[in-house]
């Protein structure tokens, strides 16, 4: 199994205030992925970063998926309360399939 | 709505109660996963089924015994847990050869 780390473990923001979370490895993945769980719910799909260098930007979330394809970031500009949830990061091995899951960010957006 | 669901949402039974847990999936994938969820810790994969076929069972304890009858469902069938098994159990499906995942709402469970 291949370790995710994320930062922080906890966050939380008035809204309008920006935040960035991180995933971090030591190990190489083909692809990474961003959900996103609320209470409740299961985890569902933001984004797919595959490129090292790779930018993606879905409304104000900006993804960065890093050059040596370790690490990631998500960064929220003028957090809503609506943005409030956990937020996991995943790697995806080509040689199995399999994701490898970090133990995420809980994010609280206060009104 | 992902496509997958789960049934029970929330399930409370005691150590030598014998339950399952149901998954069905609508969206035509050949891969299905058992996970389990609990607090502060990152998802861990139970079980995996490609094409009706368990490729994985990762080194999950003998009281969990999982069951795929077809690519649309899959079954967690649970037998003398304990008090740490309580946790939210998450089911997953994909195409095959795909990383992309889709969860359904997950079962919470609680072991007295």
């Known amino acids: 199994t291949q370790l995710l780390e994320q930062s922080p473990q906890f966050l939380s923001i008035q809204e309008g205030e920006n935040l960035t979370v991180y995933c971090n490895s030591s190990s190489v993945f083909s692809s990474l992925q961003w959900y996103r769980q609320e209470p409740g719910e299961g985890p569902v799909l933001l984004v797919t970063?595959?490129?090292?260098?790779e930018v993606k930007k879905l409304k104000r979330l900006t993804f960065q998926f890093g050059d040596a394809r370790k690490d990631s970031s998500l960064h929220i500009t003028a957090a809503q309360p609506g943005d409030t949830g956990l937020y996991l990061c995943a790697g995806d091995n080509k040689d199995d399939y399999k994701l490898s899951f970090g133990a995420g960010t809980t994010v609280t957006v206060r009104a | 709505e992902t496509g997958v669901t789960q049934t029970p949402r929330h399930l409370v039974m005691g150590m030598t109660n014998k339950k399952s847990l149901k998954c069905e999936q609508h969206?035509?994938?050949?891969?299905m996963y058992w996970y389990k969820q609990s607090a502060k810790k990152p998802l861990e994969l139970m079980f995996v089924?490609?094409?009706?076929?368990?490729?994985e069972n990762n080194s999950v304890p003998s009281r969990f015994s999982p069951e795929c009858p077809n690519s649309s469902h899959l079954f967690l069938h649970l037998h003398t847990l304990q008090p740490e098994d309580s946790a939210l159990y998450l089911c997953a499906s994909s195409p095959a050869g795909e990383e992309t995942q889709y969860f359904g709402p997950g079962t919470r469970l609680l072991v007295l």
């Open positions: 970063v595959v490129t090292g260098g």
């Open positions: 089924y490609n094409f009706k076929e368990q490729t």
């Open positions: 969206l035509g994938h050949n891969a």
